[in-house]
């Protein structure tokens, strides 16, 4: 767990790296205790993630994106990386949706799948916490680019986003 805080030098001039930066912004002006991390790999999955920081998969808060029909808004949930989203529940509360391709998630996010914060939108989209991401006392959210993440819990997840908690996955395999 030595990884940097910051992108390799000389990379902070692209886009990506400057999602980063901008989401370590808003974390320090909202008064986050836990700067983002910088991992030596990429984690575009929540496993990857896992992997890379040693925790569960279920740990890791995995921000799901979709287009909702009706207003071709971005819809976010923010689920645990061990839970599957359920699209109906999803439809349930929101209106219709669909899955949204990865010029959708860049354009309405900023981020790029695989990177997707669950704070720091380009445009404000609808978001939904799962509440089985509650079970954990740490969890860990993308914060911006693959390689970036930062330190959580399931309170300070809906602080900084101000969403509702719902429960919008499958039931769990058993």
Do not use: C, Y
Not at 4 to 15: H, I, K, Q, R
Not at 148 to 174: H, I, K
């Amino acid at each position: 767990m030595s990884e940097p805080l910051t992108p390799p030098p000389g990379a902070s001039d692209d886009a990506p790296h400057q999602a980063f930066a901008a989401v370590t912004r808003l974390l320090a002006e909202q008064g986050h205790p836990h700067a983002p991390r910088w991992l030596g790999v990429p984690a575009r999955t929540a496993q990857e993630a896992a992997d890379a920081l040693g925790v569960s998969v279920g740990q890791i808060a995995k921000s799901v994106i979709f287009r909702r029909k009706t207003d071709e808004v971005a819809v976010l949930v923010v689920t645990s990386g061990d839970r599957r989203v359920d699209e109906k529940k999803v439809a349930a509360l929101v209106g219709p949706i669909g899955r949204a391709d990865a010029d959708f998630v860049k354009s309405r996010t900023g981020f790029s799948i695989g990177g997707v914060s669950p704070v720091g939108h380009a445009s404000r989209p609808v978001t939904l916490l799962d509440a089985d991401l509650a079970r954990f006392e740490e969890i860990w959210a993308a914060a911006g680019h693959p390689n970036g993440v930062f330190r959580l819990s399931f309170a300070d997840l809906q602080r900084l986003t101000g969403a509702p908690v719902a429960a919008v996955v499958q039931a769990p395999a058993t």
